[in-house]
């Protein structure tokens, strides 16, 4: 694999919650959905095909991603896939049924506006999405959820320090191929990679 640099997110430092950590056992944890939906994916590319969208219908999927932190839905248009967080099955049943129905059809629109604007940019919230959700019957559709998906902390065990400008990046995991300070790269190096600044592993308190 060659060198690459990597920017380091807060995502980075957040890992999956494991069974019964979210104030269930482990047993109503095993319930979950995990992996390729049939049903979903079978409504999609019904929906789709009403919209005259046969093409991206063929290819259409809905997965449940045991992954997903504090984002309820998403989509990749480019796959035709949407990709559903499994906290929503923990809801309380009488929320369960409509936030999992609201959230699959707002990432649907997603898919359906991209299809049909493929040679050209679009806001990911914009008239052509909008337009999408009222012919999936949610036309009020807010752009975010107010669901209390909050994400898990772990503690950052492992220390990456630039040997050139001495900046310390705490990690959950252990960095397993080289990777370089960005900032040093993007300042010293036109934002190449570059062997001066590899992180070098470092102890924590």
């Avoid at 939906?37 to 290819?59: F, S």
């Avoid at 989509?75 to 309380?92: G, K, M, S």
């Amino acid at each position: 694999m060659p060198d690459q640099l990597e920017l380091f997110s807060e995502d980075d430092f957040f890992e999956p919650e494991r069974s019964g950590e979210s104030g269930r056992s482990e047993g109503e944890a095993d319930f979950l959905r995990t992996g390729l939906d049939e049903e979903l994916t079978r409504i999609a590319a019904d929906w789709l095909r009403r919209l005259e969208l046969e093409k991206v219908a063929r290819h259409v999927s809905v997965v449940w991603n045991g992954r997903m932190r504090t984002a309820a839905g998403r989509a990749f248009y480019r796959e035709a896939r949407i990709e559903l967080n499994p906290r929503l099955q923990t809801l309380p049943r009488e929320q369960r049924e409509d936030e999992t129905h609201r959230t699959f059809l707002h990432e649907l629109a997603h898919i359906v506006s991209h299809a049909r604007h493929p040679d050209r940019r679009i806001q990911p919230h914009g008239p052509e999405w909008r337009r999408a959700c009222g012919e999936l019957g949610i036309p009020d559709e807010s752009r975010c959820h107010d669901l209390a998906f909050t994400p898990r902390r772990h503690r950052r065990k492992y220390g990456y320090q630039c040997p050139a400008c001495g900046l310390v990046i705490p990690r959950v995991r252990r960095i397993k191929r080289p990777v370089a300070c960005r900032a040093c790269c993007d300042k010293h190096n036109g934002g190449r990679f570059d062997k001066r600044f590899v992180l070098e592993e470092k102890s924590l308190p």
